[in-house]
């Protein structure tokens, strides 16, 4: 992920110094446990640990340099690794990695990486959720109509198309937390997994300090099922995302105007034309939730790993483990920031209400035409009849508001009260049940 | 889906004739809801319920042809469909669909769709499990060569990569259920779910009698992140496939013959070469698997409806509703039929363990150098050379096993005893943990 | 596909009986070849070819049985199927595929069948061209906002809208011709390729025959490359349906009104609201762009086969192949309607492009203020200022226009006369490229 | 892409200073053509191509810094850059960007790096082509296994194998070609492409001047449609690399170890197993194609855009840009150096034809019954009898040879001779035709 698409607290996740300062935890809390049990001497342990921990506080671009130029030779990370800490730990360094393989370290860390980022990730749903419900409880009861398929459909309030948007993140706050089980997991178990020189009591060690659960069965590498979730579920909160992006980017529409991205004094829209005011913020999480939903495929891909493993899924991993979270991480916070200072329009929301003469209420009508004992299909006809008359002339000097044209149908006049008809009219109707929802969805306290 | 990959079992469920059975369902049991709280006459919903019952136990390609008549003039499905029942319950039919929505029925029924074809997909998952355990537990002893980038690594059961597999298809198990709550859900909250005009305790009832829960807020539609989750679970469960299926393959491999699938009497492999015995099925399999995986994405982009819906996603769904369960349904049942029946020849296995003069247990001269006082890097580089004289003089006259090359090294002789390396050569050592590895996947019954 | 998106012609192409037709007259044409050549006696091909001729015309349900039940036996259906044209053919079928692979006709079936598709989806083309000119043609003039982020930009004229589309129309039909060059191809090689049992020019011949190219080098099958390349082309097209499907969808929009798919007679909107017109085909068209974009990735997955070949492949093909000809088919020839009847209303247009006050001409002010001495950053905050104070009182009692607003401006009034104001609010300078444009795209007899 | 799979000449079209240089180029070029009908003073062209080279020869991390200053506040980033280049440029930069629009500079530059890339990528595509040529040649005779399904097939020579490849890369070359063209092109038309503020013939000046062709129309963006189709390219591209990756690692498999990456002095194929030699080129390839082609799907959801156009895009192209370029240089480089090195094994390959006993000739032998009379599916079964028994008993002191089988059965003895049997165990028919096929790959210096 580019900077410009990056928050310093998330690309730290991924930084060499974070990884090698994992890699070194995993490898001292291994030989703890090997020293618990007598594989390893204590003092060798004591050792390792201290000097490591001085080793990887003081860790420089020198560091950084020295190991790659023993993997320049070696061409394997985690031996370049290993040779470097031995030079910094001394003889003892023998103790160390004994009985491993690199997979031991390099899937531990990269669950480690995975839930340190998940628990950023959890904070940022958190500000997301907080920023629609602010405005789901200020607008619960702001008339705004609802639209299908691009086309007014039966008013609604701009409130319940917030909390609509809270229930979905909710649901991803959920599949989130069941994603970070998911990768939470430790694997030391050797070559081809079979504990064949290292103790699994040494893996429940290790998974136990670092907060992760042993892997049941692991070939080697922790099985790739687990990230592929894990991918997947960025990919359901990154569409998430951009259906309300969506969303804001309608509400502004120069013909919508109901609602509209906070602008910046000196923000400048456009280069060419100052009267711009345009949608960019949404626009930009629409086209980042495109790739993040892009990195689902090669997750997938990476799980039919030969064998007890290959190495094809590390060249993915080492892209979009950071391009993923980095970019969810920055578009999150972009869209808590963005709904938090959306500025909402409501009388251009009742303006859009009224501005098709009313026919929005034509399934009123047709209800009420049922209740006076018109079929299904004669009542359909009569009203379809009257919306399309005041559809037709809408904004022209002879055009006739829905009611009107109903108020002097035959079919309608002689079978419904004129109070029925101007009640059908009335949009408090589709208020009545958001107390209910937001029950639901904020809990009593709404 | 084409037939050819297609069960007639899970076909049934996108049968036009369950899906309108479903939708007079959804229909009669709203206006039994309606009855109980005065919107409808109790009559009326009685006769609903009792001539549609009548109509759709006798459903016939008439009747079909009939509903697509109507449909080719109102392009409407559910009208169409509401209109063939208006003609076969008469009068009352004025009080089906009261003050509902098109997608409260399609919504929902699609939810039932999709819960009927996840049970059936949690069955195959059953026997997929019950094929892996019956060979785990058949082959756990039966010692197999470890392998990680294609290439030899340490020894292993063939019940160990069994059972790495059963622990997938477990975790894929519990991934689908949390997948089928995700789908199970009903809504009944008409036009731009406001509940408008229909009282949500519609929802409730009918919810409960089809074993739905109410969705929280329907924009008129169930929001598609839940379908996106649910098409997500069976992109990684089709990567599982894949995974067991890219093994076996390896496995049936002219040079490894360490497996095969079961070749029918009759079978003829090749039109060409009467000699084929190829792996068919698992290669179905991989194919299978990247179609099932290919309706993530356009899953994913369903997510984004224009404010309360647009109708984009239907055309979509229409597809890969099908297409995914049924591919994965197939798949599933042709999985568990091939594991069942795979035929394994242990023999081979061990020649091939042997295959490589012994150079698979380099990792445990490696920590025996290590254990005698010997740094990691000098250990590495004395194992390694005597690895590499091993194998490339494989197969050759004047070949040493990798034992007899490290009973030459002075390097080796000096430092480890004679007994120590004969039992480095032991393939035992990587069976120890099986126990330990079993108990957690199968239990301690096992 | 499903039957609602296909249209039987082509669908046709993908049928048994038209997919036997073609490997019949691959192997009859091969037994011509070889027989000229005298492999395979005169009499034999001649009786092949007349019996097989007379099978196939008289191909019948009864053959499909018949050969689905010999595969059942074999679990090999190119076996199955010359075991059937044995018995039709009698003791000369000892002389078909003498020497050939089953791929050989399978892979040379497919691109006779991916060509027949293709010359379907030119004509598609054509007629999705010949809409979008027409309906350039009829709105050459006609003044419309543009739009860029959805925010009101400057005027364009909804016939360059038209262009814009065609002209991208143009592209996909050239890059559909190359696709149709790169699986255009022919193999006849035998097993893995190398001709050992049949002669090249077997090859040429049936090439020559069937229009096709001979492949350069087919390992067994024809490189899946070339299948990828076509497949990717699909969703480029796809894809451009989609961004025309778009642009409809947001110009029927209720508070966009400027253009509207042709409403039937008859037609229903919804169940619920009788109000409503949708624009049901352009979003459908959404849709389905979605499912053959989804089918470009297994393509791509399907060209990494193992070694020579193996059949991974077929599974994806076997439902790509049709779905995604089938349903771009589809796709395109409903486009093509859509746009052909597509209803535009021209001062729906004009009222929009009025809607924001004269905004939309900042741009031309700016460079006016420019012209007159004026720093790019001085003018631009200028504009910038009378844009928004227009912008923010739009439809209040005490709203001005932006020429009102800039005429009592100061920094404006003293350098900019009152005539170059006014001529900067005049749309037709932005028609005056139009014909220049036309002559690109359509030729200069536009 | 992260830097380990990056190389500095790709990297370097992306970098802050390779785009400001263009930006300044485009502006520069489009002053000039301003110039030259008199739109602008030439003086002031003359100005402004002399301060700004000269203030981006002097181009530092100073500059850097304040152009992002200036975005900070403005929140645009090419009026960012003109601001800056406004103060090294004084009063005339008042000429520059004269009725352009951002995206005429944000599109044009997009296309000068694709092409840089291009040519980048073209020239890597020739090292692989070399490299492919070069084993092709020299291993035009080295008889090998030829594997369909994973299964041994018939014999076939490593060249033939190195000639597919190479024709799939040629065919690579020629797609990369035309790719090229799609995007080599300039738009310079102002908002929304009308060109109402800015002469045609800027846009035609500044086209030839940077080798790119004009757009036909641009609806303010070059269509997206274009960079669709050379992402697509790509991930073609990179499933080639894919397919011969995948061959390598096949072949480096331990059982089967016909050919094998160079393994440098001083490198370690494993921390816990120093026997290791792993294909980790290859294996690395497998992952880098996988991101390569995930950049598809993003690049085809780009193009269908809101009305002229949305920013949607951007993000999306500022990642799969640099992404895909980088990557796929890096990925094409890494595989012609590693053909270039690739260590092949003749002797092991013969080996591997002989290992199955002689059944690799079932087809020969298959047609030899056939011109000896007998029908085809008697003599398929006569065959595959004699194949399977001499399988079944590969290895073991009472297996015979498949020439040695059918020599004892009654079905063959008396109907073939055993010269010609004889013959059919001969692999040299396999390589007849290998003359043919490289004169139409390579040509006939070949």
């Known amino acids: 992920m580019v900077p410009r698409y990056s928050r310093p607290v998330m690309t730290a996740i991924w930084s060499p110094a974070n990884r090698y300062r994992i890699w070194f935890e995993i490898e001292a809390l291994a030989c703890e446990a090997m020293a618990e049990y007598g594989a390893v001497p204590k003092e060798a342990a004591e050792t390792i640990r201290a000097r490591g921990d001085a080793a990887l506080a003081a860790f420089s671009d020198a560091d950084l340099a020295r190991i790659d130029e023993i993997e320049a030779e070696t061409r394997h990370d985690v031996i370049a690794f290993l040779t470097w800490l031995a030079e910094k730990v001394g003889p003892d360094s023998r103790f160390v990695h004994l009985g491993m393989t690199s997979s031991d370290v390099l899937d531990t860390c990269l669950s480690v990486q995975l839930t340190q980022a998940t628990d950023l990730l959890l904070e940022d749903l958190d500000a997301v959720l907080e920023s629609l419900k602010t405005q789901a409880l200020k607008h619960k009861m702001t008339v705004t109509i609802g639209r299908s398929h691009g086309i007014h459909a039966e008013p609604t309030s701009f409130g319940l198309k917030m909390a609509g948007h809270y229930a979905e993140f909710a649901r991803n706050r959920e599949r989130l937390l069941a994603a970070r089980k998911e990768i939470a997991v430790c694997a030391i178990s050797g070559a081809v997994g079979t504990y064949a020189h290292v103790d699994p009591r040494v893996e429940e060690y290790v998974a ?185 002339k809408l904004g022209e000097a002879d055009g006739l508001s829905f009611r009107e044209n109903l108020g002097r149908d035959p079919e309608v006049v002689g079978r419904i009260d004129a109070a029925v008809l101007d009640d059908a009219m009335d949009s408090a109707r589709h208020l009545a049940a958001v107390d209910r929802v937001y029950d639901k969805v904020f809990g009593t306290a709404s």
């Open 208 to 392: 136990d300090k670092l907060g992760l659960a042993a892997e049941d069965v692991s070939t080697q590498v922790i099985p790739r099922d687990r990230h592929a979730a894990f991918f997947c579920t960025l990919g359901v909160i990154a569409s998430g995302i951009e259906r309300l992006a969506t969303e804001v980017r309608h509400l502004q529409r120069s013909e919508v105007r109901e609602a509209e991205e906070f602008f910046h004094p000196g923000q400048k829209g456009s280069s060419a034309m100052p009267h711009k005011r345009n949608p960019v913020l949404s626009e930009n999480l629409t086209g980042l939730a495109r790739l993040i939903r892009s990195h689902v495929i090669p997750a997938l891909e990476n799980v039919a790993l030969w064998h007890e493993r290959d190495i094809s899924h590390s060249s993915v991993e080492r892209n979009i483990g950071p391009d993923a979270t980095v970019g969810l991480d920055f578009a999150l916070m972009r869209l808590a920031g963005m709904m938090e200072k959306l500025v909402v329009y409501p009388e251009r929301m009742m303006a859009n209400v009224e501005s098709l003469g009313g026919v929005v209420h034509s399934g009123e009508v047709l209800l009420a035409l049922a209740r006076a004992g018109i079929s299904r299909e004669d009542a359909y006809r009569i009203v379809q009849r009257n919306a399309m008359a005041t559809w037709t």
